[in-house]
């Protein structure tokens, strides 16, 4: 708060006394934690001489310096603009070619903060994209089981925050995204499963963000990995962290929307793997899963008829009867939208679904405003199964 204080740590950061530099980046890097704008305004005189230390020898100073450089970026808007033309995203590019884990983690905090910035698509993804970091950020998220997950974190929330500016999706497909995130997303749930994976749910939950996102946005599904092992892998990855991770789930279930919205080959191995009794049991769980399950059970009905009769099974329907019971409006009318599509396909399901005291469980929602034409609409075909239907054609599920 003095004036001349920071010049001072200036002059302090780049004496030639090494103890001296060191505790002066200390100052810096306790004053970047500071969550009022114009702290990070008043270091702005350092950025360049952080830069220059980047490329440094001690790991502890290097370090130092990244993680100022990280709270710097969060604060100010200033201290970004500064810190573009001083060249930042060329140092980093020359910074991920370190073999330190720590500075890798430490300069993959200061990207995430870059790109999280309201002006990361327009201004600093292109940047990104021209230099090499998007190939080693790959490269360094896949290599996460071998040589440390601190580093593979920050750099899978780096891609997810590159994917989500929707301006960088292609050159991340060329790189081979999918086919490397998708044998990582299987290689992590075979360390799952086999041995004790607390951490690994925090490289998880980016790794199944960008392959959920890179999917969603590639119509037609040009992309779309067509390997099973995916699928094995999403309902191990939910079922080892069911219980201590729940937030993983909806994770799963948001890619595995994906995979089925508009792809054949999921939903026919959804069946064929017998998949389908794991899913339904995610049903109870929460609110947001319980959408999301049914959003990906609507996905196959979607299918046609050959899909409904494989979804009509005995445990099927008592859980979506049980799901009509709920007030909430989104999980029932998610659920009647799969009934439709299970009577328009599979009319002994409504045969079933009538004889399970079904159209007793619809009848509650008769008066709900949002509700009414679609349960009148099912009612009709629930107890006139041969009937015209009023519900009209339904379309596919969507990503979300």
């Known amino acids: 708060r003095l004036d001349g204080g920071v010049r001072t740590l200036v002059g302090l950061l780049t004496c030639s006394l090494a103890d001296v530099q060191m505790e002066a980046a200390r100052c810096l890097h ?114 996460g089981l071998k040589f440390g997950t601190g580093a593979a974190v920050e750099f899978a929330w780096c891609l997810h925050y590159i994917i989500c500016s929707r301006t960088a999706n292609v050159e991340l497909v060329s790189l081979g995204a999918v086919p490397a ?33 890179l999917l969603a946005e590639e119509a037609g599904g040009e992309v779309q990995p067509q390997d099973e092992r995916l699928l094995v892998a999403l309902f191990i990855v939910m079922q080892c962290y069911l219980q201590q991770h729940p937030f993983i789930v909806p994770e799963c279930l948001w890619l595995l929307n994906n995979l089925t919205a508009d792809e054949p080959f999921f939903c026919s191995a959804l069946l064929s793997l017998d998949l389908l009794p794991a899913l339904l049991q995610l049903l109870p769980c929460s609110q947001t899963v319980s959408v999301l399950v049914l959003t990906v059970l609507c996905n196959v009905a979607e299918k046609g008829p050959a899909y409904c009769q494989q979804l009509h099974q005995p445990a099927a329907l008592p859980l979506l009867l049980g799901l009509l019971t709920l007030p909430d409006l989104e999980v029932v009318g998610q659920c009647l939208e799969l ?11 409504a045969a079933d679904f009538v004889g399970q005291g079904g159209h007793q469980a619809l009848e509650q929602h008769r008066s709900t405003p949002e509700l009414q034409e679609r349960v009148r609409a099912l009612l009709d075909m629930a107890l006139q199964p041969l009937g015209a239907s009023a519900f009209g054609s339904s379309p596919a599920a969507s990503s979300t």
């Open 339 to 349: 009934l439709h599509l299970l009577f328009l396909h599979c009319p002994q399901a």
């Open 30 to 143: 306790e004053l970047s934690h500071s969550s009022d704008a114009a702290v990070a305004e008043a270091c702005m005189p350092v950025t360049s001489y952080l830069l220059t230390y980047l490329s440094g020898h001690s790991i502890e100073f290097t370090e130092l310096c990244l993680y100022t450089l990280g709270n710097l970026v969060v604060e100010s808007e200033a201290v970004r603009k500064q810190l573009l033309p001083q060249g930042i995203i060329p140092v980093l590019a020359s910074c991920i070619q370190s073999p330190h884990e720590a500075v890798l983690e430490g300069l993959g905090y200061v990207l995430s903060q870059l790109l999280q910035a309201k002006e990361a698509p327009t201004e600093i993804v292109p940047l990104v994209l021209d230099s090499v970091l998007p190939q080693h950020m790959l490269r360094l998220v896949c290599a």
């Open 181 to 213: 995130l998708t044998s990582l997303l299987c290689d992590i749930a075979s360390e799952i499963s086999q041995s004790d994976s607390e951490g690994l749910e925090l490289l998880v939950c980016p790794v199944l963000r960008c392959l959920g996102n």
